[in-house]
């Protein structure tokens, strides 16, 4: 059985918030592995309306620190410690992220040598990575310093424990030998490791948040199996949207056909479109076709 990765919509909006989509923050789970991307005002309350427990965050990437993105931080690492949080929490920002960070701690945080905080400015690098999966980010082009990430879950061999449940075989370091795909001798009986193995694909996801179009975006999302992408202004708009450092439907439908993602992800609507979100899906349509406008709350699972 392939681990799923689950991504949470917990806000679609932008600056301004309306009655249907809240500011920006995603969630992606994968194993014990809880990755909050962004964390807009009232963020914390998206987590109980969505059922999910904030204590889980392993890791917290911000993207740029435009308020409707960070200001959901203090509240919710007041109620995760209100909670017992228990893990080291790993930040990921821009520069300029460790000192506004550490601001937030001295103002609002009373408590925060009992967190276990780790902060980490970022630039264009793979800046984590272990056996099963590598977070990378690249810089975008926005009004203040800002990133992209994307989320690579490694190809990699697995065994399938339900068989090894089926044959009855112990938990020993035999079990190692059976990954590698050697045949193993248990109880008398011999045992293929190859047929117990199944391939576990690589699968990508990648978010841009708040930039204008950009090669470097192109190259993050290169191949991704999702690409979530803001889309803040409609075709309509391309200049204003320059200006203000944001793209528009076509230009990130564009990023995902020139990345040649699978599927394409659009969020970070400006309240103008709340209701006619269809104009940009439509727009969208027409340069990539595989493309949805989820509505706060709403999960996609790869
Ligand atoms: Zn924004
Ligand atoms: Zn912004």
Redesign the pocket.
């Known amino acids: 059985m392939v681990e799923k990765i689950n991504i949470t919509f917990l806000g679609t909006g932008?600056?301004i918030p309306t009655a249907r989509r809240n500011h920006?923050a995603m969630l992606l789970r994968y194993k014990s592995e809880n990755i909050l991307v962004d964390c807009g005002e009232g963020t914390q309350r998206q987590f109980r309306k969505a059922h999910i427990n904030p204590c889980k965050i392993t890791k917290l990437l911000i993207t740029h620190w435009?308020a409707?993105?960070v200001l959901g931080i203090p509240g919710l690492i007041q109620t995760m410690m209100l909670n017992g949080y228990n893990k080291k929490l790993e930040v990921y920002g821009p520069r300029g992220t460790k000192a506004k960070f550490e601001q937030y701690l001295d103002l609002f945080i009373h408590k925060e040598n009992e967190l276990d905080i780790v902060i980490k400015e970022i630039n264009n690098e793979v800046f984590f990575d272990n056996e099963e999966f590598c977070l990378e980010a690249a810089k975008m082009d926005h009004d203040c310093p800002a990133i992209a990430y994307s989320f690579t879950v490694k190809e990699k061999s697995r065994l399938d424990k339900e068989k090894l449940k089926e044959l009855n075989i112990p938990n020993s370091p035999l079990v190692a030998e059976l990954v590698e795909g050697k045949t193993i001798e248990i109880n008398g009986k011999k045992i293929n490791g190859k047929k117990l193995i199944y391939t576990e694909k690589s699968r990508k996801i990648t978010f841009v948040?708040?930039t204008r179009i950009n090669e470097n975006a192109i190259q993050l999302a290169e191949n991704s199996d999702l690409l979530i992408c803001?889309s803040?202004y409609s075709k309509d708009e391309e200049e204003v949207a320059s200006e203000h450092g944001h793209m528009t439907s076509v230009e990130a439908a564009t990023i995902a056909k020139e990345a040649k993602v699978k599927a394409l992800v659009l969020t970070?609507l400006s309240q103008r479109y709340e209701a006619i979100p269809k104009v940009i899906l439509a727009e969208a349509k027409e340069v990539f076709k595989d493309v949805i406008i989820p509505e706060d709350l709403e999960s996609v699972e790869l």
């Open positions: 932008s600056a920006p435009h409707d993105h948040m708040d803001e803040t970070h």
